[in-house]
């Protein structure tokens, strides 16, 4: 038992000894048996007239259960008067955990017991009247001792029991989020029915359903490596898509905060698809602040999905920056892709001709590349890309040469002009040829 309990455990057999003392217990046992019916009716009425919580939750086990513990209190102070040791107020530990589990709020439990001091105070006070104790002023005074250190302790007691356990329910559903995102983003078995039970159960098995993936790091990367700025990601995160109806999911992965977006794709066969969920979200993360970097996948139909989505979600990130803070990976152009996709491929293995390319453009001050692009912005005409450049079309005519012994390709062909510019926007792309 935690040291603020006993010493309240303490407090509260002090106060029994008091009313031995002054003649109420046990002479007062008879009385509050003979009415117990009562008081118990009055302490139900006073808490549900004063704490509107009880009549306007929706769970219907709140009442009975209410109900039921009103009963043990009653039994509880009958068996102190009849003189029963203090016992561990089990009873009221178990409600607690229960409130914890329905998630009704704790600020009720304890208006409830608030309500009940007066009740119990009566009731005790009158029975003791009854017994007729030589000094009744005495007894007054030791009774109502006696209902506030009782309301203490139970106060203390159902306090520290519902927080213990909201901690540990909130740590299992936690660990259960955990589960389920790594379940959805890992892939899996579709046939494992422990999976399968798992995904039912949280509803991610329901049909006509869009799912996206989102993932995002603040603008300085090493920054999550700090948990609380994680935290603060995601809370950020949460609400900002507050003001919407959507599915979340949201987890720390890879170093990255990660979110599992969904939501009802259609009502039914015979009704209008909604809005793309990526598009949805788009303006909504954009109220994030210029410190956060952020990634949307497209949507896809189903979980199974989930993999292709984080792959998209992470692409689409390595594309924002300072002036373009939120992508989605459905805006990107294809030639980017490409880019992004090849570039690491012609780091590892560039062609001979790239890396030549490559030095000469350093050493001409880009202008090889650069007549390249102009070439392909005036649809491969050479007088035209020699207007673009304010050069005498010989001079374009002497670098398509440069290019050409340098490379083998020639700049005035479509698929020659192709390779030797992907290849320039891979080297550019952050990752140059050598």
């Not at 709020?105 to 009158?126: D, F, K, M, Q, T």
């Not at 969904?262 to 210029?290: C, K």
Request: with cysteine; hydrophobic share 45%.
């Amino acid at each position: 038992m935690p040291p603020h309990h006993e010493e309240g455990n303490r407090s509260f057999s002090q106060v029994l000894v008091w009313l031995v003392s002054a003649g109420v217990l046990p002479q007062a046992s008879h009385a509050l048996r003979a009415s117990m019916q009562d008081a118990g009716r009055a302490l139900r009425d006073a808490v549900l007239t004063e704490v509107p919580a009880f009549a306007a939750s929706g769970n219907p086990e709140i009442l009975p259960t209410f109900s039921q513990h009103v009963d043990d209190h009653m039994r509880q102070i009958l068996r102190l008067f009849d003189g029963g040791e203090v016992g561990p107020f089990e009873f009221v530990r178990q409600h607690a955990r229960l409130r914890a589990e329905q998630r009704f709020p704790l600020e009720a439990v304890l208006h409830a017991y608030r309500c009940g001091h007066l009740i119990l105070s009566h009731w005790i006070r009158n029975a003791a009247t009854k017994c007729s104790p030589a000094n009744l002023e005495g007894a007054i005074s030791a009774v109502a001792d006696f209902a506030i250190e009782y309301t203490n302790l139970v106060s203390s007691i159902a306090t520290s029991e519902y927080v213990a356990h909201t901690r540990l329910l909130a740590q299992a559903e936690g660990d259960l989020r955990t589960e389920l995102l790594n379940i959805l983003l890992s892939g899996y078995d579709e046939s494992d029915a422990r999976v399968a039970r798992l995904l039912r159960r949280a509803g991610y098995l329901d049909q006509r359903q869009s799912y996206c993936v989102a993932v995002a790091q603040p603008v300085n990367a090493a920054e999550m490596e700090n948990p609380a700025r994680a935290q603060r990601i995601v809370n950020a995160i949460t609400d900002a898509v507050a003001g919407i109806s959507l599915r979340k999911l949201a987890g720390v992965r890879d170093n990255l905060v990660t979110f599992i977006f969904s939501d009802r794709r259609r009502q039914s066969g015979w009704t209008a698809p909604q809005a793309n969920l990526a598009e949805r979200l788009h303006p909504l993360l954009l109220t994030l602040g210029p410190s956060v970097l952020v990634g949307i996948s497209a949507d896809h139909p189903s979980t199974s999905f989930a993999p292709r989505a984080l792959h998209e979600a992470r692409i689409a990130l390595d594309f924002a920056d300072h002036a373009n803070r939120v992508i989605g990976f459905s805006t990107l152009r294809l030639r980017s892709l490409l880019v992004h996709h090849g570039s690491s491929y012609l780091q590892s293995a560039p062609p001979a001709w790239a890396s030549a390319l490559a030095s000469a453009d350093v050493r001409a001050e880009g202008i090889l590349v650069q007549t390249l692009r102009a070439i392909a912005d005036a649809d491969m005409n050479v007088q035209k890309a020699a207007r673009l450049l304010r050069k005498h079309p010989n001079t374009v005519y002497a670098r398509i040469e440069r290019i050409r012994e340098l490379t083998g390709l020639d700049g005035q062909r479509y698929c020659d002009l192709t390779e030797l510019l992907l290849a320039a926007d891979c080297w550019q792309s952050g990752n140059p040829v050598q």
